[in-house]
């Protein structure tokens, strides 16, 4: 079940790495509204997974973590961009069921 969540994030990942704003503010606003309504759960990440983690590279990897990193990674050409980024970052540290802690912390 958890899994089938968070399975969903994988198109929001991948619209978040495109270059067009209009997409890149509907998957913002959605990780954003998701993240909200407690779908996603954080879980431990395989190795496959590769994040741009470098400080902490003993810790295991979270689903939080690839979320906020994501995030974090978006385009900000522009300011309506600026502000779903900053939105769903409010949101993410806040969430009752994405643990946000450690270098992701401080990466948002």
Do not use: G, M, W
């Not at 991948?14 to 990780?31: G, N, S, V």
């Not at 997974?49 to 385009?75: G, I, R």
């Amino acid at each position: 079940d958890n899994d089938e969540r968070n399975d969903l994030f994988e198109p929001l990942l991948l619209a978040c790495k495109t270059e067009d704003f209009t997409i890149l503010q509907l998957a913002l606003d959605a990780i954003s509204k998701l993240c909200a309504h407690s779908y996603f759960l954080d879980k431990v990440l395989d190795d496959s997974v590769a994040l741009n983690n470098e400080y902490a590279s003993d810790k295991k990897k979270t689903f939080a973590d690839l979320v906020v990193q994501t995030v974090c990674s978006c385009s900000l050409d522009t300011p309506q961009v600026q502000l779903q980024v900053i939105q769903a970052l409010l949101t993410l540290i806040t969430s009752s069921t994405l643990a946000v802690h450690d270098f992701s912390l401080l990466n948002a």
